[in-house]
């Protein structure tokens, strides 16, 4: 057990549709990523946050938003759902803002249908 | 052009065999960091071993090794005296940081060890 947690685990929904996907990192870690697995895309990294700011952006669609609250805890917000946007979606932290030790949570599967 | 290369998608070993997954990569910022990371079929993603672009030394974590090339761009992991334990997606990965601290990550080698 990584200690970073995120629900829901499975969440199946509909084209068009929007969700939210819930984040806690390990006690006392400041940082937290999104990443997004596809079988088309492989692994993509889409952003990270530390304490609370906006840290680094990757391929992140603008129909996804994230924040991070002041309790750490972060959400991962997609919108007007494709089929594509079908995945395994991973959340991590890690200590510091460049921290290399990243642990990851067991990923929340979505399915758009 | 990719930034991260995984020329193998999968490969066996012989339990007790030393193994090598290859990782090349593509970058022109001076600093970066190197990872790789395991994916069991449970799904789940494990750190295994971090390797900084300034480091001299390559990085070890128990029977992980990082053989870093710096010149040819290849930062390939080295497991020793596989176990069956290890079968799994192995995932090599790269974060620069002069590019906004963007991870990128390879497409994966399938390891498999038999017994």
């Known amino acids: 057990d990584s200690g970073v947690t995120q629900t829901p685990k499975h969440l199946i929904t509909a084209t068009g549709q929007r969700v939210t996907l819930r984040c806690s990192p390990r006690s006392g870690d400041l940082s937290v990523y999104w990443y997004q697995q596809s079988l088309d895309q492989g692994l993509q990294f889409l952003i990270q946050y530390y304490n609370g700011e906006e840290r680094a952006k990757g391929n992140i669609l603008e129909r996804f938003s994230a924040q991070q609250f002041p309790d750490l805890h972060s959400e991962l917000n997609l919108s007007s759902l494709e089929l594509g946007d079908s995945a395994l979606y991973f959340c991590a932290s890690s200590a510091g803002t460049s921290s290399y030790e990243q642990y990851f949570g067991p990923g929340t599967r979505l399915t758009v249908t | 052009a990719q930034k991260i290369t995984q020329t193998q998608p999968g490969m066996f070993v012989q339990e007790k065999e030393a193994v090598t997954l290859d990782c090349t990569y593509d970058?022109?910022?001076?600093?970066?960091?190197l990872f790789w990371y395991k994916q069991p079929s449970s799904g789940e993603m494990i750190f295994l071993i971090y390797?900084?672009?300034?480091?001299?030394q390559n990085a070890t974590e128990g029977r992980y090794s990082l053989n870093f090339q710096k010149a040819r761009k290849s930062a390939n992991l080295v497991i020793s005296a596989s176990q069956l334990g290890d079968s799994a997606m192995y995932f090599c990965?790269?974060?620069?940081?002069?590019?906004?601290?963007?991870?990128?990550f390879g497409s994966g080698t399938k390891l498999n060890v038999k017994p």
């Open positions: 990965a790269m974060r620069e940081v002069y590019n906004f601290n963007k991870f990128y």
């Open positions: 390797q900084g672009s300034y480091d001299q």
């Open positions: 970058t022109s910022d001076p600093s970066y960091g």
